[in-house]
């Protein structure tokens, strides 16, 4: 079992920054793929970016893509998003997952283990 805790979330204004933390434990998530996903009100969980396992590889939603940035620091076992240039569109509960299939994906329903969100709040 991994368990997952989202932190760094908050309210701000367009154009600020943000980063959230994703710890992980329970074992070790190297090898898992380590994805953030967001969801605002109304509207389903979207996938905005992950970092793929043992390589670290990284892959972007057109919609974050230039302003967001996933890294992860394996020897802490934790994951993270930059969020530079925020705009209100950004707005929503943001979610860590981790994913130990073999092949990444940016479905929802295959990653194995969620935390439970982290609020984002950008004002304009």
């Known amino acids: 079992q991994v368990q997952l805790v989202e932190s760094g979330g908050g309210l701000v204004q367009a154009g600020d920054s943000l980063t959230l933390s994703c710890v992980a434990s329970g074992r070790t998530v190297y090898s898992y793929h380590m994805g953030w996903f967001r969801q605002a009100p109304g509207k389903e969980r979207e996938f905005v970016a992950v970092?793929?396992?043992?390589?670290?590889?990284?892959w972007y939603a057109d919609s974050v893509k230039g302003r967001f940035t996933i890294f992860r620091d394996n020897p802490k076992n934790t994951a993270y998003l930059q969020m530079n240039s925020l705009e209100p569109g950004d707005t929503a509960v943001y979610y860590c997952a981790a994913d130990g299939h073999r092949s990444w994906s940016i479905n929802a329903v295959q990653y194995d283990y969620w935390g439970r969100g982290t609020q984002v709040t950008v004002s304009s």
């Open positions: 970092a793929k396992g043992n390589n670290g590889n990284t």
